[in-house]
């Protein structure tokens, strides 16, 4: 009777309870054992080498005991791989493909004890392809609830792990500011906002000899503790961490832990690096323009502007426009607008009210004294250093003041753009665009109102119930019933602004004012 050489393989897929003095591996072992032995009469005998993976998933080939174990079947030492359950081999279908074609070429089989399943036959690996979809099913949807559980708890603002970030320290799983760190960290963003360039920061950085931030792993490896990169740099620079934010993918959520920098430095940050992505004030320069307002522009729901431009034959026209409309967000009275037009009345406006000790012959001495501009569709609003204007201009400027602010009206909206907006009597608005769905909630709505008006429903839960709706709808739509009656026969006659929808007015959250509702409108134009 020829003799089979049978090695135990046992695998668990946490640490958790192997430093007992009796586990799951030695309970998967034993099994595997017994099993072995009541095979005895068929030449079977267990090998002396014990095969553990303590603290390996079996989505992964990457554990040294299998691969040991798989040396062993290619040097044919092995005849048979015995396991405690076939997801304790593999829970991948195409790894379990790779390990019987080891087998085979090494005329060893493959069995589980409890699921009594043998590869040397075509029933049994059909059998076993059957259960390790199902593994293999398994082994997918608990992924699929770990990134949930992830993307949840990022949600509700904690930190879900990684490397700690300079300028923190982790205690209780979650982020604490260590001060000597946040110093760097701050002296980081101030630098850069004073510099040329991240090249020129990093340089900066490394002549003082300021170096990252060093750590020890859980596995005792040190890390970081050295000269900073122009890559780490834009990494800090671009972490929304510091201001207090959680990131999951492409959505940012309030943190559980205290913000290192002003929402303020941190938005001027962002427009000094997307200045440089979209074309350097140098590059954009050898073309004939430089924008000089960029990193201080906002229209007045507080988003930046940045640069951009559009072709038209051989022409090239420069514009500044909301980072909101780019990002889908509802962006502020004044969009987008004319660079050239924009940058001429801010020249005009500051120019004969700086001081004359001051050179302000170039745009960019211009710009220094400029600190932020506000943009709104007929209003515009500069902050300037104090120290750069003329005291004649500013009678109350107090000594020790940082900055004053001007504000004038302006005429820089497009007159297509000014059609866009809801006027009944203008005979050259565009062509009617009835937006059915527009029109169907605010019927609803102001059917709903009546509704509780006259008494006919307890409540609007009641009204919900019996007219087969969501509470939580009702109740969002129901603030369009309070919308002022020329804006109404707008949207009936199809006149509303070209990016006004239902979804979009229910998330703006309607004000009861009809001025404000008006203004409200002119944001979508």
């Given at each position: 009777?020829?003799?089979?050489?049978?090695?135990?393989?046992?695998?668990?897929?946490?640490?958790?309870?192997?430093?007992?003095?009796?586990?799951?591996?030695?309970?998967?072992?034993?099994?595997?054992?017994?099993?072995?032995?009541?095979?005895?009469?068929?030449?079977?005998?267990?090998?002396?080498?014990?095969?553990?993976?303590?603290?390996?998933?079996?989505?992964?080939?990457?554990?040294?005991?299998?691969?040991?174990?798989?040396?062993?079947?290619?040097?044919?030492?092995?005849?048979?791989?015995?396991?405690?359950?076939v997801d304790r081999l593999t829970r991948s279908l195409a790894d379990f493909a790779r390990i019987v074609e080891v087998l085979d070429q090494a005329g060893a089989s493959f069995v589980s004890v409890t699921q009594a399943f043998n590869t040397t036959t075509s029933m049994g690996r059909l059998t076993l392809n059957v259960l390790l979809s199902f593994a293999q099913f398994e082994r997918e949807v608990t992924g699929e609830r770990i990134r949930d559980k992830i993307a949840q708890s990022k949600a509700r603002g904690m930190w879900m792990g990684g490397h700690p970030p300079l300028g923190y320290e982790v205690r209780d799983r979650a982020l604490h500011i260590n001060a000597a760190e946040a110093d760097t960290v701050r002296l980081i963003f101030d630098r850069y906002l004073s510099a040329r360039s991240?090249?020129?920061?990093?340089?900066?950085?490394?002549?003082?000899?300021?170096?990252?931030?060093?750590?020890?792993?859980?596995?005792g490896k040190e890390h970081g503790g050295v000269l900073f990169t122009h890559g780490a740099l834009y990494h800090i620079l671009a972490n929304r961490i510091y201001v207090g934010e959680i990131v999951h993918r492409e959505l940012s959520y309030p943190g559980q832990h205290a913000p290192i920098i002003t929402p303020?430095?941190?938005?001027?940050?962002?427009?000094?690096?997307?200045?440089?992505?979209?074309?350097?004030?140098?590059?954009?320069?050898?073309?004939?323009?430089?924008?000089?307002?960029?990193?201080?522009?906002?229209?007045?729901?507080?988003?930046?502007?940045?640069?951009?431009?559009?072709?038209?034959?051989?022409?090239?026209?420069?514009?500044?426009?909301?980072?909101?409309?780019?990002?889908r967000r509802l962006a502020g009275s004044l969009a987008r607008v004319s660079a050239p037009r924009l940058e001429q009345l801010v020249s005009e406006i500051v120019n004969p009210i700086l001081d004359p000790h001051f050179a302000f012959s170039s745009e960019a001495s211009t710009s220094?004294?400029?600190?932020?501009?506000?943009?709104?569709?007929?209003?515009?609003?500069?902050?300037?250093?104090?120290?750069?204007?003329s005291r004649s201009h500013f009678d109350a400027l107090e000594d020790n003041a940082e900055s004053v602010r001007v504000e004038r009206t302006h005429?820089?909206?497009?007159?297509?753009?000014?059609?866009?907006?809801?006027?009944?009597?203008?005979?050259?608005?565009?062509?009617?665009?009835?937006?059915?769905?527009?029109?169907?909630?605010?019927?609803?709505?102001?059917?709903?109102?009546?509704?509780?008006?006259?008494?006919?429903?307890?409540s609007i839960l009641d009204i919900a119930q019996s007219e087969g709706v969501c509470p939580i709808y009702m109740g969002q739509l129901l603030p369009l019933a309070f919308l002022a009656p020329d804006l109404i026969e707008a949207i009936i006659d199809g006149r509303q602004p070209t990016r006004l929808s239902l979804i979009g007015l229910i998330k703006a959250t309607l004000p009861m004012r009809w001025d404000e509702q008006r203004a409200l409108f002119a944001r979508f134009a």
């Open positions: 009777m020829k003799k089979l050489r049978c090695a135990i393989y046992t695998r668990k897929s946490t640490d958790e309870g192997l430093d007992q003095s009796f586990n799951s591996l030695d309970a998967q072992r034993e099994a595997c054992g017994a099993y072995i032995l009541s095979q005895a009469g068929e030449g079977w005998v267990a090998a002396k080498n014990i095969y553990d993976d303590g603290g390996f998933s079996g989505g992964s080939m990457d554990r040294p005991a299998l691969k040991q174990l798989l040396a062993e079947v290619e040097a044919g030492r092995v005849d048979v791989i015995v396991v405690y359950k991240v090249y020129e920061l990093r340089d900066s950085l490394n002549s003082d000899d300021i170096k990252s931030k060093a750590w020890i792993s859980s596995t303020e430095v941190f938005t001027a940050v962002q427009q000094k690096l997307k200045a440089g992505v979209l074309g350097s004030p140098i590059t954009l320069k050898k073309r004939g323009h430089a924008p000089t307002l960029l990193g201080k522009l906002f229209d007045d729901s507080g988003s930046p502007m940045t640069s951009t431009h559009a072709n038209k034959g051989q022409r090239r026209y420069l514009y500044y426009v909301s980072t909101a409309r780019t990002q220094n004294a400029i600190r932020r501009v506000e943009l709104g569709r007929e209003r515009i609003t500069i902050e300037l250093e104090a120290s750069c204007v005429q820089l909206a497009r007159p297509s753009m000014a059609r866009r907006l809801l006027s009944a009597g203008n005979e050259r608005a565009r062509e009617p665009r009835i937006d059915r769905a527009l029109v169907r909630g605010i019927v609803q709505a102001r059917r709903w109102q009546a509704m509780i008006t006259s008494s006919d429903a307890a």
